[in-house]
């Protein structure tokens, strides 16, 4: 897969999971980090290290996807 491709299929998944991040919550992911490809959830779990050890196990490139930790409604994070 090339750079650009990679790069595009990132910024699409990016953009699925703050769209659906409330969908996400209502599905019990809050808390956890999400492994996301192709719009959907690959992998879920409290510890970021569950998420690459599932990843693996189903073969795939956890440097390749979209992971991201799904804070409460309302969480406010300062940078």
């Given at each position: ?5 990679i ?22 992911f ?50």
């Amino acid at each position: 897969m090339e750079q650009s491709q990679i790069l595009q299929r990132f910024h699409t998944d990016s953009e699925w999971f703050h769209k659906h991040i409330n969908k996400l919550r209502e599905k019990g992911f809050t808390g956890k980090f999400v492994a996301i490809k192709n719009s959907r959830a690959l992998a879920s779990s409290e510890n970021i290290n569950s998420v690459l050890d599932e990843l693996e196990s189903k073969g795939e490139d956890s440097s390749m996807l979209f992971i991201e930790f799904v804070h409460p409604e309302g969480y406010t994070l300062i940078l």
